[in-house]
């Protein structure tokens, strides 16, 4: 999947390169020019052009197919205004261009590909009236997670690159293209169309843990988007590293800790957005996804990048744990998070250390707390500080983007609501779904039936009113009829049998 994401993000480079090639060369230029690009025949050329009306024609074609669908209109923009456009574009330079930036017209080519072929998959899949419901709650849940940053950002004139999702399924019919992925990924390389697609895992109808992971998501894509937020921070966080580990002859410097977050930056940041999101509820899936009772070495093990030369995106499992504990704290849910922090560092043996890979392939125990220190200070730079990228706000002031104690009371009177058997008395997905992860932490063999609970009043988006209320109403029925409760009596029988039978793993490995 990273390869994929990588891939994409290449791509994109090498279409932004693209602009570059058109300045007339000078003498100097020349002389420290790259060597020349293989040459294109005029057959080759003629390819390229043939290629390029092609993408143009299918995403005019998609585009006029989206536009007759409540569904998929909003597809439309980046179908016509971006993929169609810039495969056009594409097709006028190719006259004028040179052998150079031929060869990077081939690459956008292959970009644009890949951009119309998730397009019309993200149509595709809201042609069915079952997936378009589920997709259609994953985007509410998204679409009420942009919000605060979006309306922050036009009020002050913020430019934001992409500012909205479309979530997809990742397998099953309708999936033509090669993307796979078992977890949550967001497609940054489609930053520069305005929408960035998030794929979804398989179990995402059936786990309620997995939705609050959204947040992170979004949180990628709110670092990406925002014009100098990422340089902003690592200079106030004074992170420079050189993205290589240890070399393990003379111990761990401070020097080799700042390189481990100069890496995990955009990791520690989309994890505090999510904390800020959803509050307990984002921990509790962090726990559920990251924990790993049975092999606790896994949890304090910093993972090393490929040939263990550099550093891996993500930081240990204990640290980003502990890091949303902290936050958690700071936002106004100390208590909670003392339990969260307190049950996390129980189930995995008490860990009070952290341990490092060097290139000789050797580790090197450190102290947790010291660890979290340099940590906690990062995330207290992305919650606290002014920064000039947001216009001189901090990121705590941008209005509904915490979720404060109204927002958390809600969580709890849906979990209530969800348990009695009753319709929950908001429509927040923010906080209809954090109240599904806080009624699924106390009965996580209850998952499905939390899950319909919540989405039964989630406003689906691009799904009709009268659907929508069709299924609050039928699930209002479902509760209120002979086997009441808000979760089927066979729900909880089959949950007391498998209790009974086996302590299911809770943990699915993920990052
Ligand atoms: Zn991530």
């Given amino acids: 999947m990273d390869l994929i994401i990588d891939l994409i993000i290449l791509l994109v480079k090498a279409l932004t390169k693209k602009e570059k090639v058109e300045a007339p060369a000078t003498v100097t230029q020349r002389r420290f020019a790259p060597p020349p690009a293989p040459r294109m025949g005029s057959k080759e050329v003629a390819d390229l052009a043939a290629r390029l009306q092609r993408i143009e024609r299918a995403a005019r074609d998609e585009a006029r197919r989206c536009a007759g669908e409540e569904q998929n209109e909003r597809f439309v923009d980046t179908l016509l205004g971006y993929v169609a456009t810039a ?115 398989a179990s995402w109808g059936s786990e309620p843990g997995w939705w609050p992971a959204l947040a992170h998501e979004i949180g990628h894509d709110f670092l990406a988007s925002v014009p100098g937020l990422d340089g902003e921070l690592r200079r106030a966080c004074e992170l420079s590293g050189d993205g290589w580990l240890p070399d393990g002859g003379v111990g761990f410097t401070g020097r080799d800790l700042d390189a481990a977050f100069t890496v995990w930056l955009p990791e520690i940041f989309a994890d505090a957005f999510g904390t800020l999101m959803l509050g307990p509820a984002f921990i509790e899936t962090l726990i559920w996804s990251l924990g790993d009772p049975q092999h606790p070495e896994n949890v304090i093990g910093v993972p090393p990048g490929p040939g263990w030369m550099t550093w891996a995106p993500h930081p ?19 208590g909670e998070a003392a339990r969260l922090e307190s049950e996390w560092r129980a189930r995995h043996g008490g860990p009070d250390a952290l341990f490092f890979p060097t290139r000789r392939q050797t580790w090197i125990g450190i102290a947790d707390e010291a660890i979290i220190r340099r940590g906690e200070s990062i995330t207290h730079v992305i919650y606290q500080d002014e920064l000039a990228s947001l216009a001189g706000f901090e990121l705590r002031s941008i209005p509904g983007l915490d979720l404060g104690p109204r927002e958390h009371e809600a969580a709890r009177e849906a979990c209530r609501a969800y348990f009695a058997g009753q319709r929950a008395p908001t429509r927040d997905p923010r906080a209809l779904i954090a109240g599904a992860v806080l009624a699924w932490s106390e009965r996580p063999s209850l998952a499905p039936s939390i899950l319909r609970a919540a989405r039964a009043t989630i406003p689906s988006v691009g799904v009709a009113r009268r659907v929508l209320r069709r299924r609050a109403d039928s699930n209002d029925a479902r509760a209120a009829g002979p086997r009441r409760g808000g979760v089927d009596l066979a729900d909880w029988r089959e949950a007391m049998v498998l209790s009974a039978i086996l302590d299911r793993p809770r943990g699915l490995p993920r990052r």
Avoid at 138 to 161: M, N, Q, W
Wanted: contains cysteine; negative net charge; hydrophobic residues 40%.
């Fill in 87 to 201: 495969a056009g574009r594409g097709r006028t330079l190719l006259g004028g261009s040179d052998a150079g930036s031929r060869v990077e017209l081939v690459r956008s080519a292959e970009y644009f590909e890949s951009l119309l072929e998730v397009m019309t998959d993200l149509a595709q899949q809201r042609r069915d009236p079952a997936r378009l419901l589920l997709l259609g709650d994953a985007d509410a849940l998204a679409d009420a997670c942009y919000r605060p940053v979006v309306e922050f950002a036009r009020t002050h004139g913020i430019k934001l690159s992409s500012q909205r999702t479309a979530t997809m399924l990742i397998e099953g019919d309708g999936c033509r293209h090669t993307l796979e992925a078992e977890n949550l990924s967001i497609l940054i390389g489609f930053n520069p169309t305005g929408l960035a697609p998030i794929l979804l895992p």
């Fill in 316 to 334: 240990p499992h204990h640290l980003r744990v502990v890091l949303g504990c902290r936050l958690l704290a700071e936002i106004g849910f100390p």
